[in-house]
């Protein structure tokens, strides 16, 4: 296969076209990790199952997207990201259409866990069109922040759309995918070819990543529902450790890893990869024990639960250009210590609130945790993408990513654990207050970073 050169006049005359199929990319993919969450229940009422059920229509999506990242961003490398993105966004469109018509909770899961797939080829590989698109790294990081506005508009839109569908009937919140990756593949074809790093896969590496992520996420999820001292759950979480491990090695002594350990050796990589994971498991934790808590404890329409959400999601789509802003001028670590702060804020207030709070308090409170949450992702991203060259930007990419959605699996996978073994209100505050101090003892760990951080003026 020959090695496509980038032309960079070519790049340069549509990067608003590169833009534009990335946001789209993210804006679906963001989507269906919110647009589910408020129609769990009547999910349930149709198809049957119990929590761990609930846990997995959720998981199932998060986790192959989590598992996949690494081998979609060596993917997008290889074949090029245009290649990458275009396959993906078929699979996660065909894939949506799959579980609109599923007719069992099996079949839904199923197509959950394809649409995964999909979205594992689509984020990594838009990214990389915004990297070969935007040279210069200011612009590269307010572009990056308009790829996040995106997921921000989709994080506004899901749970009211989702509840409003979820009226009519909670299939169309599937269907709704469809039109929007037809539109991201018509634009698709403005983008220049990408270019292209031809090498064999690390195929051992992938198969230890999956079998890792999948054994431990599956362990936490039904050992609170057989006990996590029961044989087969510790088998589970013995051949997690030993697929994790397998993996580590792989990747350290093999030709063609998918990862490149020496991008662990820098402190602020690492640091920042460890905040990703918290912060992503307090916010999809917070959307879904938050759209469980409205419905069956305090009697919410899924409607209503949707609008209880809008403080939230609005003003993490309105205040995400201010990110961009504040970035530049102040640099990509006070961000993120900014907002873990305010994440660490809203999960305290959450943990405190009395159990007959009323439910507009409850909604203002997680107004922090939204958007605390979307003033870290734009310069954690920035801070790792500048480290690599354009060429393994597909890589880079989807080890933040995975770091990203492994946290939404865990976070979903842990707070569910705590609320199948004891009393839901116990549970809930037990998840958030455990949360809070973890990024509290973050932002602590990221201050010293900022040595090496300037802003981009």
């Known amino acids: 296969m020959p090695v496509l050169t980038l032309d960079p006049t070519k790049h340069a005359a549509r990067p608003r076209a590169s833009l534009a199929v990335a946001m789209l990319g993210f804006f679906v993919v963001a989507l269906d990790a919110q647009i589910v969450n408020v129609a769990l229940p009547e999910i349930r009422n149709d198809l049957g199952g119990g929590l761990s059920g609930l846990q997995w229509i959720v998981t199932g999506y998060t986790l192959m997207f989590s598992a996949l990242q690494l081998f979609s961003g060596t993917f997008s490398d290889r074949i090029g990201a245009r290649r990458a993105y275009g ?6 469109t065909v894939a949506s259409a799959a579980c609109a018509f599923s007719p069992s909770l099996g079949a839904l899961i199923a197509g959950r866990t394809l649409q995964g797939i ?37 994080a506004a839109a899901g749970p009211v759309l989702g ?90 002594r093999g030709k063609h890893p998918m990862v490149p350990l020496g991008l662990f050796r820098s402190r602020t990589v690492s640091t920042v990869l460890a905040i990703a994971v918290v912060t992503m498991a307090a916010f999809y934790g917070v959307v879904f024990l938050q ?16 609008l209880l959400f809008l403080p939230m999601t609005a003003l993490v789509a309105l205040l995400n250009p201010l990110a ?62 500048d480290q690599v060259p354009a060429e393994n930007a597909g890589t880079a990419s989807g080890v933040i990513n995975t770091a990203r ?28 207050g455990t949360t809070a101090v973890a990024l509290l003892i973050l932002a602590a760990a990221s201050l010293p970073l900022r040595k090496a951080d300037h802003p981009l003026r």
């Open 163 to 252: 509840g409003l569908l979820t009226q009519l009937d909670w299939r169309l919140i599937f269907l709704v995918n469809l039109p929007v990756g037809a539109a991201a593949l018509v634009v698709l074809a403005r983008v220049a070819p990408s270019p292209q790093r031809p090498a064999p896969f690390d195929w051992f590496g992938q198969v230890t990543a999956v079998v890792a992520l999948a054994s431990l996420t599956y362990g936490i999820i039904e050992g609170a529902q057989i006990g996590y001292g029961s044989p087969s759950i510790l088998a589970l979480f013995t051949l997690a450790m030993l697929s994790a491990i397998a993996f580590v090695r792989a990747q350290a």
């Open 405 to 432: 959605q492994l946290g939404g699996s865990l976070g979903v996978a842990i707070y569910g654990a705590l609320l199948a073994g004891q009393d839901f209100t116990d549970g809930l505050r037990i998840g958030f």
């Open 324 to 385: 961009a802003r504040l970035m530049v001028r102040f640099g990509h670590v006070a961000m993120i210590v900014a907002g873990q702060l305010l994440m660490a804020v809203g999960l305290a207030g959450l943990w405190l609130l009395p159990a007959n709070t009323s439910i507009l308090l409850v909604a203002l409170v997680m107004v922090p945790v939204g958007v605390g949450g979307s003033f870290t992702v734009p310069p954690i991203i920035a801070l790792v993408m």
């Open 118 to 154: 999909g979205a594992a080829l689509i984020t990594p590989s838009s990214l990389a069109l915004i990297r070969e698109a935007y040279q210069d790294a200011a612009q590269r990081g307010r572009a990056i922040v308009y790829w996040g506005l995106g997921g921000s508009v989709a």
């Open 291 to 306: 759209s469980l808590y409205f419905q069956q404890q305090r009697g919410a329409t899924a409607l209503e639960t949707g």
């Open 87 to 92: 396959a993906g966004m078929v699979l996660f």
